[in-house]
Nanobody
Framework: QVQLVESGGGSVQAGGSLRLSCAAS????????LGWFRQAPGKEREGVAV????????YYADSVKGRFTISQDNAKNMLYLQMNSLKPEDTAMYYC??????????????????????RGQGTQVTVS
């Protein structure tokens, strides 16, 4: 069992930046899929970014490519999402999630956020 706690959300003007953090209660081993997804009021969940721990694989939704960067510091059990050039349409609750992936496609294919075993409570991002 692992607990995930997000932080770093807030209100920012369009064009601004935020850095989200996700603290895990235990070490994650190579092969774990670590990701961020979001949900805006009245909208479906959307996968934002994923990485496969121990490998160089990353995945980004088209809507955030070139603006968001996912990274991790496994020594600190931390996952990050650097968000630049924020837009009003980025407004949502952001969640981190993790799950073991036997292959890279396990991490990002389909509605991966629904398959992951663990997820946090979310942090709100509002862009005006």
């Amino acid at each position: 069992q692992v607990q995930l706690v997000e932080s770093g959300g807030g209100s920012v003007q369009a064009g601004g930046s935020l850095r989200l953090s996700c603290a895990a209660s235990r070490y994650s081993y190579n092969g774990y899929c670590l990701g961020w997804f979001r949900q805006a009021p009245g909208k479906e969940r959307e996968g934002v970014a994923v990485l496969w721990l121990g490998y160089s694989n990353t995945y980004y939704a088209d809507s955030v490519k070139g603006r968001f960067t996912i990274s991790q510091d496994n020594a600190k059990n931390m996952l990050y999402l650097q968000m630049n050039s924020l837009k009003p349409e980025d407004t949502a609750m952001y969640y981190c999630a993790q799950s073991f992936g036997r292959r890279w496609s396990d991490c990002y294919s389909g509605s991966w956020w629904d398959r992951y075993n663990y997820r946090g409570q979310g942090t709100q991002v509002t862009v005006s």
